[in-house]
């Protein structure tokens, strides 16, 4: 629990220091824009995480692969092509990385509430790794604990 919960911190506190890098990104960048891109892609991820709980991790684990290599472009989610060595498919993330429905749906959805495709991929990929962390955070997980170990074997065993 303490690691998963140091990791989330972790990943939080780099998101961070890249919108510090980047100073022309702005949390209210959509409020003129598309008022409802943000609540929309909150809602399609809260129910992504509430269908399965693992979604929550999956979208994080995505946004740290697609900035991983050139930078949170969403390069992650294209297709290989003859023209297009794919993130998606490379080696280390073929059948690895999940998530690509749910940044399907959620673009689909934005673009209804936005009337046209307005609202970026890979700032769909970057609210979707926040707003899966915290829509995780009011998931609880129940541990029976007391295990006494030496009741219940021994080194031979």
């Known amino acids: 629990m303490v690691s998963s ?26 409020d003129d824009v598309c008022p409802e891109a ?7 991820v809260e129910d992504a ?24 472009d969403a390069s992650i989610l294209l297709d290989q092509t003859e023209t297009i060595d794919s993130e998606k498919t490379a080696r280390p993330n073929n059948n690895s990385i999940r998530g690509f429905e749910v940044i399907d749906k959620i673009k689909s ?28 955070q009011s998931l609880s997980m129940y541990l029976d604990v007391g295990y006494n ?4 074997g021994s080194v031979e065993q």
């Open 5 to 30: 919960s140091f990791f989330f911190l972790h990943v939080l506190i780099m998101l961070s220091f890249t919108v510090m890098v980047f100073s022309d990104l702005s949390n209210d960048f959509y």
């Open 38 to 44: 943000l609540p929309t892609i909150k809602r399609v």
């Open 49 to 72: 995480v509430r269908q399965e709980r693992r979604m929550g991790a999956s979208l994080l684990r995505l946004h740290f692969h697609d900035c991983f290599v050139n930078g949170c």
């Open 109 to 136: 959805e934005v673009n209804k509430a936005c009337g046209h495709p307005i609202v970026s991929c890979a700032d769909i990929v970057a609210v979707a790794a926040r707003d899966s962390v915290v829509a995780m």
């Open 149 to 152: 170990r030496r009741s219940k």
